[in-house]
């Protein structure tokens, strides 16, 4: 049974890091697209990052404009896991993040020149973000 189990969220100051972990069992994180998706109060559920399978490329990522630049999405083979981090935290950063999967190979879809997330069959229960001073 597929299973995604977030970690890594946490109270952190602006300008400061975290990494969060996601840690895929019944499925192998090479084969899948991922995602983090994250809740924001009193916002729509917004794609964060998407990372696509090895069929695509390692480097077929997308990032939310919001966090480019300062996030980077990462798998590890061996530890079957997917990372988010986050560097110059800010708190309009502060939500639950999830982690997402799909049998992909990709992470997004192209339409008129603009990326989307696709759409991901596996969710994580979240974790977690708080950014304050």
């Known amino acids: 049974q597929v299973q995604l189990v977030e970690s890594g969220g946490g109270l952190v100051r602006p300008g400061e890091s975290l990494r969060l972990s996601c840690a895929a069992s019944g499925l192998d994180v090479d084969a899948f697209a991922f995602a983090w998706f994250r809740q924001i109060p009193g916002k729509e559920r917004e794609g964060v990052s998407c990372?696509?399978?090895?069929?695509?490329?390692?480097?077929?990522?997308l990032y939310a404009d919001s966090v480019k630049g300062r996030f980077t999405i990462s798998r590890d083979n061996f530890k079957n896991a997917v990372y988010l981090q986050m560097n110059n935290l800010d708190p309009e950063d502060t939500g639950v993040y999830y982690c997402?999967?799909?049998?992909?190979?990709?992470?997004?879809?192209?339409?008129?020149?603009?990326?989307?997330?696709?759409?991901?069959?596996?969710w994580g229960r979240g974790t977690q973000v708080t950014v304050s001073a």
């Open positions: 990372i696509s399978s090895i069929k695509v490329t390692e480097d077929g990522t």
């Open positions: 997402a999967a799909d049998g992909g190979p990709y992470c997004m879809t192209t339409r008129g020149g603009r990326d989307y997330f696709a759409e991901y069959d596996y």
